[in-house]
């Protein structure tokens, strides 16, 4: 990665060679405030090499004692401006830009240097204006040029960009990486034909390339992705074809013609392809689906209307399509073959038991788990776990496990029918076959069994970690997170040296919300001397993170959670900032697609599923200090009374000071990475509790910030349109609400939470509206129309009603069922709770019960009901820590 | 069910996760992107069912040395997902991966001394040598085996490779 680090160091190179003559200097000089007499300008060189250095505070030196003499020089304002930007003394910085440019509108360095300042604010728009207006007085300066062009691109601001990097092809045509950037200025733009214009023009301007080579033959490829994208198939075909011969990534190009071709329905050649790919890879998933798509003559993406590059049918979430008897009978003996062809091959083996039925399954099932069983293949459940869909397949599951086990507890043997009579089996495989056993009953919340299963595994072997961990798994699934733990701690213990085990603690300690035993356990694994929280952050360990943060958020430690929360978000700040390095870098490498795909990525960044995450998470945390505002801490309130405001504020910080320090011990030793590279100090935390992020004065308004991002980047993600219902009505913003409400309706059916938020939002919507909240006519007759619209004529109570009788009522439907009764009804509320109480003999997951329990503590609020509900709920799940007896859990309560 | 296949720059985020629940040394995102953007063939992932990261290798080449050659960067899988060949697949695709499209001479790794099953897996599965001894390579000051395994032994080749390094 050095050469990426380069970045600022021959930033300012260039404007050593813009230094005017020295004749001219001594000429100027009487006239022209702007020029430095020799032993200035000598000075000012110094600091330029020290800039160049990163030695800034030796820089920043210099360029102080040229402004004792000279206040108003620019160009040496504009270079402390720079300087103070790499000290972070922003203000400072911001300061001198501007003298200089008040001395000297014309100078181009201290433009350049404003831009810079604000660049490193990410204020990109007004970056790029003073860029431009740099560029205005020193037209050439390829410094420039280049902070321009990076800008653009980052702002996707494309007709700039294509504009500039234009500028640079025609400045040096000779260069490779000059056309390749204007090339994919094109094609970034979406303008695919001109790019591939360029292209054609690029080849025309070179030698032909005679044998293959990296960088051309990814270019070959990336003109074929255009070519694609522009949507002639068999010109794509044509192309593919032309330029086989020096494309070197040849699985990647017989990726692309296995999908063309079987898009152009000429399935014998791509059958073919999928399994010369296979040969390549056999552990390749989307090859087998594309051969048992090729191979039963299924067209292209049929079924899945909503198929968009780079998705292709090919994928493990695409699901097959329906296959019938003789296309299964010979897709069997196609892989029979293969089995034959490729025995180490594990995909091979798996992919039958994908689309095989009834008898043949089971033969292949029994065939497939005997070697794991033997063994002692920990993984073989969660192998198996994607067929958990089919009911069928999970009944003979069942079926064939437990045969294993009667025939090992009878005669000591796997039912396999090819084995030798009387051929003894090791005790392991009796051991893993129990295993095997507690997953799957586990996975059917059955968990009494597994846990039966699990307890004689145990007493079989004691010392298989894996059994270990799985027992804090059941205990997580059954509903109590201190047992699971304990329980993952104990598999932790068996084995020190192993991190994974380390992590897994850790965050089973997350989920059991002990935050300060995770730190302390996962701080056995990072640099010694260095405080795990800032290790993680600089390794930008979302997942941790994120459930740590979720953990401050259930205990309602919201500063916490919301530090935490910044933590993430900073992450992806950076990750998206460091796209800067490489799109020099990469029109430079050559490998396009993959640059590409980097784009893209980044555009689509805030649909990572981290992301998202974390976004929901300030959301939701806004709005529970919206409901319960965080109050400043009683003992500082007492500590300071009496003092006046400013002695206050200066007494509050300088105590924050002595936490923060008192939080983050000073490292021993500066970390070091694998590469020696030098991890930052810790600075002391301004703020270690998150109290002033907690207490800022308009916290929806924050939370709003977040969900107008996840519109738009997660649009089909039911739980953003709920969360923006609550956060708009809040914010009294109705006209919102409704538009949440449209992007809702389509979920409502199927999803209770769906039905949850629209009925408290039109409920809430006609308090309003009956207690005259929405005063402007037009508005008002909007919302009024469209909750006609959404109700259909229907009041709320009839809509409710026709609602729940529409389907089966799911443990999930019935809560909301019940909590929207008692919202549009509280007298119904005792009838309710009964129905609550009924429903727990049906519920299948203690998860089910938890908001039932909610619903009755806090909003039925009944204790002889909840208490009932508790104590069904206790027998049904006894594991689980919310529903145990009081005394029982006193421990755990806060 | 477990597929194994090339990475892409979408694997990314879950090739990071990964590796920093299974292993000491972690990464930036800029490290992984650094690797997909320079070499997109070379690093291979292993994932679940429901796409899922849990196993991948990153691998890079080393370009500025007479002999160009492949450098396996770090490697992980689950410890769930373990006795199943997933580590030994990995590493053959990028091997294959290297030879084909850089026409690496050889690849080299680094693994700690103490590492008995990573060590195996290296020398006894896929035929890695010793070549050197690091001290204190990690950052708790543990040594490292630098291990390599050549891929070709090219006379002509070796000759104009031994020519240049005399030159340097």
């Known amino acids: 990665a050095s050469s990426l680090a380069a970045g600022c160091g021959a930033r300012v190179a260039a404007y050593v060679r813009l230094m005017p003559p020295k004749q001219l200097q001594v000429q100027q000089q009487q006239q022209n405030p702007q020029v430095l007499p020799a032993k200035e300008a000598n000075l000012f060189k110094t600091a330029l090499k020290f800039y160049n250095g990163k030695k800034y505070k030796k820089g920043l030196r210099s360029v102080d004692q040229i402004l004792v003499k000279f206040p108003k020089h620019a160009e040496t304002l504009g270079i402390k401006a720079l300087v103070l930007n790499s000290l972070d003394r922003m203000e400072e910085a911001h300061v001198a830009a501007r003298e200089g440019i008040k001395s000297d509108v014309r100078s181009f360095v201290c433009w350049h240097a404003l831009g810079v300042l604000h660049r490193t604010e990410h204020n990109y728009p007004e970056a790029s204006k003073c860029f431009r207006t740099a560029l205005r007085f020193d037209e050439r300066n390829d410094r420039i040029l280049r902070d321009l062009n990076l800008l653009q691109v980052m702002m996707r601001d494309y007709t700039g960009y294509i504009d500039t990097r234009r500028k640079f092809l025609e400045q040096r045509p000779s260069l490779r990486a000059n056309w390749i950037g204007l090339i994919t200025a094109y094609h970034l733009s979406g303008n695919n034909q001109v790019a591939l214009k360029t292209i054609l023009t690029y080849e025309d301007s070179i030698q032909p390339v005679a044998e293959p080579e990296f960088e051309h033959g990814e270019l070959l490829l990336y003109k074929n992705l255009i070519i694609e994208q522009m949507g002639d198939m068999s010109a794509a075909i044509e192309d593919l074809n032309k330029c086989e011969r020096l494309v070197i990534d040849k699985t990647q190009h017989q990726e692309i013609m296995g999908r063309l071709t079987h898009q152009a329905g000429r399935f014998e050649y791509a059958e073919k392809i999928w399994r010369d790919l296979i040969f390549k890879n056999s552990e390749h998933y989307a090859y087998h689906q594309a051969l048992i798509l090729t191979r039963s003559r299924i067209p292209y993406g049929q079924g899945l209307p909503d198929l968009k590059l780079p998705a292709t049918p090919y994928d493990r979430k695409a699901s097959l399509p329906h296959l019938n008897d003789d296309q299964v009978a010979t897709l069997e003996s196609v892989y029979d073959d293969l089995a034959g062809a490729y025995p180490r091959s594990n995909l091979v083996k798996r992919v039958p038991l994908t689309f095989t039925r009834g008898e043949s399954f089971k033969r292949r099932l029994l065939a497939y788990i005997v070697p794991y069983l033997r063994k002692g293949i920990p993984s073989l459940f969660g192998d198996l776990k994607a067929l958990y869909t089919d009911k069928d397949k999970v009944a003979a599951i069942e079926e064939v496990a437990l045969a294993c086990e009667t025939s090992l507890r009878t005669n000591r043997s796997l039912p396999l029918k090819q084995d030798k009579e009387g051929e003894q089996e090791s005790p392991s495989s009796m051991l893993w076959t129990l295993f095997f056993l507690a997953q799957h009953y586990d996975r059917l919340e059955q968990h009494d069994k597994a846990f039966k299963y699990l307890e004689e595994a145990l007493n079989h072997t004691p010392t298989v970690i894996e059994l270990h961990m799985f027992k804090a798994r059941i205990y997580k699934h059954a509903g109590n997170l201190a047992l699971a733990a304990e329980a993952f701690d104990s598999a932790r213990k068996m084995d020190f040296a192993d991190r994974y085990l380390n992590t897994k603690t850790t965050l089973y300690l997350l989920r059991a919300d002990k935050p300060t035993e995770a730190d302390r356990m996962i701080g056995l694994f990072t640099k010694e001397g260095e405080n795990p929280v800032i290790y993680l952050a600089e390794m930008q360990a979302c997942r941790y993170e994120l459930e740590k943060a979720e953990s401050f958020y259930r205990t309602g430690q919201y500063g916490l959670a919301l530090k935490m929360l910044k933590a993430i978000d900073k992450h992806f700040v950076d990750i998206r900032d460091d796209e800067t390095d490489f799109h020099g870098y990469c029109l430079r490498r050559g490998a396009l697609r993959a640059y590409y795909r980097m784009v893209e990525f980044e555009d689509d960044l805030f649909s990572q599923p981290y992301y998202v995450r974390m976004a929901k998470g300030f959301v939701r945390t806004y709005l529970a200090l919206h409901t319960k505002p965080a109050a400043p801490k009683a003992a500082e309130i007492d500590e300071y009374a009496g003092m006046s405001e400013i002695e206050r504020k200066k007494a509050i910080s300088k105590k924050k000071r002595e936490d923060a320090r008192k939080q983050v011990p000073e490292p021993k030793a500066k970390g070091k990475g694998p590469k020696g590279k030098q991890l930052p100090e810790a600075k002391p935390d301004p703020d270690p509790f998150g109290e002033a992020l907690a207490t800022i004065p308009d916290t929806l308004k924050e939370a709003s910030k977040y969900i107008t991002t996840l519109k738009l980047s997660v649009p089909k993600d039911v739980e953003v349109h709920i969360l923006a219902c609550d956060l708009y009505a809040r914010r009294q913003k109705y006209l919102l609400v409704l538009n949440s409400l449209r992007k809702l309706a389509k979920f409502v059916s199927s999803d209770p939470a769906a039905y949850r938020a629209q009925m408290f939002s039109l409920h809430t919507l006609h308090k309003v509206l009956e207690a005259g909240g929405v005063t402007h006519p037009e508005v008002r007759q909007v919302i009024e129309s469209e909750i006609r619209d959404i109700c259909g004529g229907k009041t709320l109570a009839q809509m409710h009603e026709a609602h729940m009788a529409q389907g089966p009522a799911t443990p999930h439907l019935r809560t909301v069922g019940a909590e929207v009764s008692v919202l549009l009804d509280p007298s119904c509320a005792p009838v309710q709770g009964a129905g609550l109480v009924d429903m727990v003999a049906t519920a299948n997951t203690y998860k089910d019960c938890v908001s039932a329990y909610g619903l009755l503590q806090h909003t039925i609020a009944n204790p002889a009901t909840t208490d009932a509900f508790q104590k069904a709920c206790h027998k049904k799940f006894p594991q689980a820590t919310l529903f145990a007896p009081p005394q029982a859990s006193s421990s755990e309560t806060r | ?168």
């Not at chain 2, 679940?48 to 040395?65: S, T």
């Open chain 2, 1 to 168: 069910m477990v597929s194994i296949r090339r990475a892409t720059v979408d694997d990314l985020p879950g090739m990071q996760a990964c590796n920093l629940v299974c292993l000491p040394e972690n990464y930036q995102m800029k490290y992984y992107f650094y690797h997909t953007l320079s070499w997109p063939q070379l690093s291979f992932v292993a994932e679940d069912y429901k796409g899922r990261i849990i196993g991948y290798v990153l691998a890079k080449m080393e370009e500025d040395d007479p002999c160009p050659h492949g450098h396996i960067t770090s490697l992980a899988v689950l410890r769930t997902h373990r006795k199943l060949g997933i580590a030994t697949k990995l590493m053959k695709q990028a091997q294959e991966q290297m030879k084909d499209i850089h026409k690496a001479w050889y690849v080299s790794l680094h693994v700690r001394v103490g590492n008995k099953a990573a060590f195996s897996l290296y020398h006894e599965t896929l035929g890695y040598a010793i070549h050197d001894t690091e001290d204190q390579y990690y950052a708790d000051k543990e040594d490292a085996y630098s291990m390599r395994l050549t891929f070709r032994e090219d006379p002509k080749q070796a000759a104009k490779a031994l020519k240049k390094i005399a030159a340097h």
